[in-house]
């Protein structure tokens, strides 16, 4: 057997405008339009969610590169501060490492930061180390990440479409639509009655049988959340997701039992490791989990979050996260389809979630991708060269 590179070096860059901080939009994007968010009560940040800044992180890029000159690399949220971590601080345990010491890497990495981790943006920046890794290893075996993983369990993703117009997204081929919540707590019953027609209205134009959901971004509390579920009844949503603020478990696991018979309860784009997802699975928080793979730890982190999971009888749809997601979903059972975030600004046209930052970047055809599409060394992508990288810090 060849010699088994070792890590030469990590570095950590930040880029600006839509991609991996896919929020970070022109005007008059659908993602940014007068959806129910934790400030909607503060009327001056309700009209857009960038009023309160939450595109001010950019991308975070991790590039790790090896004695035999690969490269690995991934791009997630967290911008500078991220890039600080990287290189200021979780440099040390990669550099000299074999690039197979993935396990033992996110372990230095998690239990060294735990005095300042534990969630938020410091397992963001992990999450996009334990990624580059990944796009590292199946370089240098020359195989893609899901057959480092075990292999494929199908030959084929289905996907739902996130976005604003579930209408579309049906004729172009998704088994569903998720659209955002309009109007929070703060609105009243005028907003839930609004919430309700946007929804009656799309039942309407999708007809019986197409999966509807309703993403609520965290804004609500538990008696707005379950009377939006009991008004939802008869439109026959299938899911409401992340209805209540991430560290509301006890508010879950009651939404969970008063909701109507058949509507799922899901939530977890904004937990974070095993741990926290314990709590929603050992809880009965909800019925699907939603980790995002750039977000809760990376693909270390994930396949642990997911036998959890399994075992909890509970499937894992992860959030978003393109290729990263998708070479994970094609190796489990649990996860029988995927998210797809409608990037164009109307939710008109199917386009990369991650463009203009990726290239190789694979879409849905029909609400559906093969195998096939996914089977280049790592992940599959490369950087776009136009995209200007900043590299704040060095070490």
């Not at 009655?193 to 007809?207: D, H, I, P, Y």
């Not at 990376?298 to 997601?325: F, R």
């Not at 463009?355 to 280049?376: F, I, N, T, Y």
Request: glycine share 10%.
């Amino acid at each position: 057997m060849s010699q088994i590179p070792t890590i030469k070096q990590v570095r950590a860059y930040t880029l600006q405008g839509g991609g991996a901080d896919y929020h970070d939009q022109a005007d008059g994007h659908w993602i940014d339009d007068h959806i129910a968010t934790p400030m909607a009560k503060y009327p001056e940040y309700r009209q857009s969610r960038r009023s309160f800044g939450i595109n001010v992180l950019g991308t975070l890029v991790v590039e790790i590169e090896d004695s035999a000159g690969n490269v690995g690399f991934a791009v997630t949220t967290g911008g500078e501060p991220a890039a600080y971590i990287v290189e200021k601080h979780l440099a040390r345990f990669l550099e000299g490492a074999k690039v197979t010491d993935i396990e033992r890497i996110w372990d230095q990495m998690y239990w060294s930061t735990l005095y300042y981790g534990r969630k938020g943006i410091v397992i963001n920046t992990i999450s996009g180390v334990d990624l580059a890794l990944w796009d590292l290893l199946g370089k240098v075996r020359g195989e893609p990440v899901h057959q480092l993983l075990g292999g494929a369990v199908r030959d084929e993703l289905q996907f739902y479409a996130t976005g604003a117009r579930p209408d579309l997204a049906q004729k172009m081929g998704f088994i569903g639509g998720k659209m955002p919540l309009h109007h929070g707590p703060a609105e009243g019953e005028e907003g839930l009655r609004r919430n309700l027609e946007e929804l009656a209205t799309m039942r309407e134009r999708v007809g019986p049988d197409f999966w509807l959901m309703l993403d609520c971004w965290m804004s609500l509390d538990l008696n707005y959340a379950t009377r939006l579920a009991q008004g939802a009844k008869e439109y026959c949503l299938k899911w409401i997701e992340e209805a209540l603020p991430p560290d509301d478990y006890w508010g879950y696991a009651a939404l969970k039992k008063n909701v109507p018979t058949g509507m799922l309860v899901t939530t977890g784009e904004h937990e974070a490791t095993r741990w926290g997802f314990r709590q929603l699975l050992e809880m009965g928080c909800c019925d699907i989990i939603q980790p995002d793979v750039g977000w809760c730890g990376g693909i270390t982190e994930l396949l642990k979050i997911s036998a959890l999971a399994d075992a909890h009888q509970a499937l894992v749809i992860p959030h978003g996260s393109s290729v990263y997601s998708y070479h994970f979903v094609a190796t489990r059972h649990n996860s029988p389809f995927a998210e797809f975030l409608m990037m164009a600004p109307k939710a008109d046209e199917v386009v990369p979630m991650f463009h203009p930052q990726l290239l190789g970047e694979p879409v849905p055809v029909q609400g559906r991708m093969r195998l096939s599409a996914l089977d280049k060394p790592g992940f599959g992508v490369e950087l776009n060269p136009v995209c200007e990288l900043h590299r704040p810090y060095t070490h």
